[in-house]
């Protein structure tokens, strides 16, 4: 890694200089971040490459927008190293960036063409309004749904044809059909060679990513691909005429369990404590090992950790 912490001396390389493929366009290597006492990011490390798209997850709290912030350089580490494009952060670098915040970064006083017309004329060129966000395009943003607030935060943030993309939560409070179609854009970005780093809170958004990052109170807990990330991790899923009386003998004898449809299921948990709280609740039930979902390899590894 050819970085220095954002608060080092200045790279002699220029944004890009060295990034052929597959060197990361932004990395995190053992960062820290400390409030006071606290440690909100605790020796984590990342990068996303070139086309790749790496998914960020974690519970409200985890530490991911403050990791973000760190590589985008507006947080400096407390130890540790960040780098875009090879070198510290800085706003030379911030020029090959697209960024979505949470808050999404609009000027809700002015009007959705004015958004444009800033950010082009900040970036020194820009796009024109798709045709989804035109008939809006004088109204003042603070006006207009949160739908076509976050659709002009995505067009503005790829505008500038960043070689980097990072969305943090793009699709909270989106309906399901713009969430695809955002997706539909990002693959296209990554496709284009752009790199994204994503964070979300959906497991089918996350399930579209190549790579993806679990971070649990400041550290990183797993990654891999979703392969990966299962392993060879199991769910018993519970076949019974009583899904409901099956669901509640089992949540009262204190197992993990959950409701797919009406089928019940229990990640991490081997079938012998299932039958016998069928078995004292008078319940008659086949049990079936299965694969895990990502989702319930998360929250087991969440419970984890937390336990
Ligand atoms: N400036 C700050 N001062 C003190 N604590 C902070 C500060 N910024 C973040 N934190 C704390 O650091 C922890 C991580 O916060 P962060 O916003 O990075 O989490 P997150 O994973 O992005 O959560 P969410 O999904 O809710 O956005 C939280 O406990 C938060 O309260």
Redesign the pocket.
């Given at each position: 890694m050819t970085s220095q912490t954002t608060s080092g001396s200045t790279s002699s390389q220029r944004p890009g200089a060295g990034a052929g493929p597959d060197l990361p366009l932004v990395e995190a290597l053992d960062a820290v971040?400390k409030?006071?006492d606290?440690t909100?990011?605790d020796h984590v490390s990342l990068d996303v490459k070139p086309g790749e798209i790496v998914g960020l997850l974690?519970?409200?709290?985890?530490?991911?927008?403050?990791?973000?912030?760190m590589l985008l350089g507006l947080?400096v580490p407390t130890s540790g190293a960040v780098a875009m494009f090879g070198q510290a952060p800085s706003r030379d670098t911030r020029r090959d960036l697209g960024y979505v915040p949470?808050g999404l970064g609009l000027w809700e006083d002015m009007t959705v063409k004015e958004n444009t017309d800033f950010a082009a004329a900040s970036f020194g060129k820009g796009k024109p309004l798709p045709a989804s966000l035109e008939p809006s395009a004088n109204r003042l943003v603070g006006e207009i749904g949160l739908g076509l607030q976050r659709q002009l935060a995505f067009h503005i943030a790829l505008s500038h044809e960043p070689r980097i993309l990072i969305l943090?939560?793009p699709t909270s409070g989106v309906d399901p059909l713009s969430r695809a179609r955002l997706w539909d854009a990002v693959h296209e970005q990554a496709e284009s060679g752009t790199g994204v780093l994503v964070?979300t809170?959906y497991m089918q958004e996350a399930q579209q990513c190549d790579r993806l990052v679990l971070?649990s109170a400041?550290k990183k807990v797993t990654a891999g691909t979703e392969a990966d990330i299962i392993g060879d991790t199991t769910a018993c899923e519970v076949d019974t005429t009583d899904w409901a009386a099956a669901f509640d003998a089992l949540d009262a004898a204190g197992l993990p369990v959950t409701l797919a449809g009406r089928t019940v299921r229990l990640a991490d948990t081997p079938p012998q404590p299932i039958h016998q709280a069928l078995d004292a609740a008078g319940i008659t039930a086949t049990i079936r090992q299965v694969p895990a979902t990502l989702e319930e390899k998360m929250t087991s590894i969440d419970r984890a950790i937390r336990h």
């Open positions: 971040k409030f006071g606290f909100a990011v974690g519970a409200n709290g985890a530490g991911k927008t403050t990791l973000i912030k947080s949470q943090d939560e964070t809170h971070m400041g």
